[in-house]
Antibody, heavy 119, light 108 residues
Framework: EEHLVQSGAEVRKPGESLKISCKGS????????IAWVRQVPGQGLEWVGL???????RYSPSFEGQVTISGDRSMATAYLQWSSLRASDSGIYYCARRGGGSGNLLDQWGQGTLVTVSS | AIQLTQSPSFLSASVGDRVTITCRAS??????LAWYQQKPGKPPQLLIF???SLESGVPSRFRGSGSGADFTLTINGLRPEDFATYYC??????????FGPGTTVDVK
């Protein structure tokens, strides 16, 4: 069974850069899309974007140009990065695997990475 | 972009109750809908995909139904571990797979 393990909590100042990771443990990691979802504590889930098995990344309009999704399939790891953080980027970021078949599901989730951006 | 609304936003219920949560899409999405359960401090957990298919390992008291623009998640015989927040998500419009705002089920 696939497990997704995310990197630990991060604290940064506005304007700083950051890259968080999501590592898969199963052999099937290279065959699946990986999505990123944000949740501000106490609020709902927001779709950030996803990366295909071939490395093609797509984003929600709300996050386009603000973040970059990338992946290293040889290391079974996906990344979410910022070049210049803002306070509004704070939140918990989850990675999730888009399941097979119809693809209408996120069937495995990482534990979440808390990102805090504060001066 | 497709918008999802959920009703109610909050629901108070008792153990043993039958609970119904609805999710409405701003346009038809066929059956491209999933439901998740989230408990505080935990990631979401998949319950239902393709609008009505039960994820492996999920108790059969959870049932999804609907197609097009109107969907329902029903919990038959609410158990203590079911008090949580529930989200729907649409997969019709790649690459923006939006979530509903969530429905919190708490103890009456």
């Amino acid at each position: 069974e696939e497990h997704l393990v995310q990197s630990g909590a991060e604290v940064r100042k506005p304007g700083e850069s950051l890259k968080i990771s999501c590592k898969g443990s199963g052999q099937s990691f290279t065959s699946y899309w990986i999505a990123w979802v944000r949740q501000v504590p106490g609020q709902g889930l927001e779709w950030v974007g996803l990366i295909s098995p071939g490395g093609d990344s797509r984003y929600s309009p709300s996050f386009e140009g603000q973040v970059t999704i990338s992946g290293d399939r040889s290391m079974a790891t996906a990344y979410l990065q910022w070049s210049s953080l803002r306070a509004s980027d704070s939140g918990i970021y989850y990675c999730a695997r888009r399941g097979g078949g119809s693809g209408n599901l996120l069937d495995q989730w990482g534990q979440g990475t808390l990102v805090t951006v504060s001066s | 972009a497709i918008q999802l609304t959920q009703s109610p936003s909050f629901l108070s219920a008792s153990v043993g109750d039958r609970v119904t949560i609805t999710c409405r899409a701003s346009q038809g999405i066929r059956n491209a809908l999933a439901w998740y359960q989230q408990k505080p401090g935990k990631p979401p957990q998949l319950l239902i995909f393709d609008a009505s298919s039960l994820e492996s390992g999920v108790p059969s008291r959870f049932r999804g139904s609907g197609s097009g623009a109107d969907f329902t998640l029903t919990i038959n015989g609410l158990r203590p571990e079911d008090f949580a927040t529930y989200y729907c998500q649409q997969f019709e419009t790649y690459p923006q797979f939006t979530f509903g705002p969530g429905t919190t089920v708490d103890v009456k």
